[in-house]
Each structure stands twice: as C-alpha cells, then as structure tokens.
T-cell receptor, first 115, second 115 residues
Framework: DGGITQSPKYLFRKEGQNVTLSCEQNLNHDAMYWYRQDPGQGLRLIYYSQIVNDFQKGDIAEGYSVSREKKESFPLTVTSAQKNPTAFYLC??????????????FGPGTRLTVL | AQSVTQPDIHITVSEGASLELRCNYSYGATPYLFWYVQSPGQGLQLLLKYFSGDTLVQGIKGFEAEFKRSQSSFNLRKPSVHWSDAAEYFC?????????????FGTGTRLTIIP
C-alpha cells in the first residue's frame, strides 16, 4: 500500500537534546512538508521541500532543521534551540503540477514529549 | 496573508442529528478551500475540497460543504451524524497564486457525538 510512514509514534526526550523524527513516503511525490500541531492552534508549517537537496522555511522554522537527500525521505530534527518542542508533528507529501492545486496527504504523526 | 476562522471550538450533537461546522476565511480573492478530519492521535484525511464551479461540493463519508462568496464562508454539513464521526475537523485554505506550501489551517472544531 502506498502511503506516508512516520516513526516513532511516541518520542520522549530530555530537555536540551536534539531529536530526529522520521518521515518516509512511497507515493512518488515530489513535495514533502512538516507541520506542528498544538491544542487549539491548528497546524503550522515548519519546513517544506519540493525537490531533493532543497527545502524552504515555513512559518515556524526556528529551532528546527531538515534534510532531503532522497525523494522518499524528509527527516525533521528538533534542536535544543526550540523553546517549546513538546507537540504533535505531522508530515505530508504531495505531487507538484503546473497550475491548480495538488492534495497533501498526511502521515499518522509523531507525538514528541520533552521532559 | 490568508487566515481561517473556525468559531466553534467544540460541538456536541446527538447521533442521527444534523451537523453544521462553520468556517470563515480571509483572503483577497477566492482561495482553494478544504475540510480535513482527524481522529485522535492520527493524521489528517481530506473530506472535500472546493476549487471552482458548483458552490455545493460533496465529499466522503456523506459530508458536503457550501461555498458562499458573499459571506467568505465554507461551512461543512452532514444530514445525520454517526458515532464514528466523532473527531476533530479542520478547515483550510490555499491561495490560488502560490504553490502547495501555503496551506493555512483553522484551529479546528472538536465534534462529540452522544447516543
């Protein structure tokens, strides 16, 4: 089955540690995205990438970093510079087409708790 | 910049009753409009979308939404809810002159179904 895989589902880390969240897709999508979800705030875009080895900051990129070495993979690192890292993180992917809009498909999410 | 308002944080309805979830947006023109559903601890699933044309759009799971340009609204409706509809619902917009990365979400409405 085609889809988006995020691992792990739950992640616990001590304050001050960097942590990397995995996102893999086998939909052959060019674009991938990372969102952060907090209660009562909806989803906010952290980073996105439309092509391998290139990515752009979203609305809340501070304290996060990403890489896109393969089309299928878009890992997110939550660094110690992120002041409030505890949140639910969602990865998404989409095709890229000329004109129109391409639906974003979402993974199941990773809940990060920093102790 | 575009924005989305979902004025109802939490709605409770009886099983079998009708449902309407409100969504208002702010944008200089008519954007692309979406409704997503999220079950607890899961990713988002697209219910329906509006790009252009007929202002009443049909989606999955028996949902529909009506675009009203004069009111800048895109309300979600279902004639008869089922217990399995309990979830959080997000309205989202994307501008028509940017790429996929500019998807903006509302803060969500949590739906509770009572027997």
């Amino acid at each position: 089955d085609g889809g988006i895989t995020q691992s792990p589902k739950y992640l616990f880390r001590k304050e001050g540690q960097n942590v990397t969240l995995s996102c893999e897709q086998n939909l052959n999508h060019d674009a991938m995205y990372w969102y952060r979800q907090d209660p009562g705030q909806g989803l906010r875009l952290i980073y996105y990438s439309q092509i391998v080895n290139d990515f752009q900051k979203g609305d809340i990129a501070e304290g996060y970093s990403v890489s896109r070495e393969k089309k299928e993979s878009f890992p997110l690192t939550v660094t110690s510079a992120q002041k409030n890292p505890t949140a639910f993180y969602l990865c998404a992917s989409s095709r890229i087409g000329i004109g129109g809009y391409n639906e974003q498909f979402f993974g199941p999410g990773t809940r990060l708790t920093v102790l | 910049a575009q924005s989305v308002t979902q004025p109802d944080i939490h709605i409770t309805v009886s099983e079998g009753a009708s449902l309407e979830l409100r969504c208002n947006y702010s944008y200089g023109a008519t954007p692309y409009l979406f409704w997503y559903v999220q079950s607890p601890g899961q990713g988002l699933q697209l219910l329906l979308k509006y790009f252009s044309g007929d202002t009443l759009v049909q989606g999955i799971k028996g949902f529909e939404a009506e675009f009203k340009r004069s009111q800048s609204s895109f309300n979600l409706r279902k004639p008869s809810v089922h217990w399995s509809d309990a979830a959080e619902y997000f309205c989202a917009v994307a501008p028509t002159n940017f790429g996929n990365e500019k998807l903006t979400f509302g803060t969500g409405t949590r739906l509770t179904i009572i027997p």
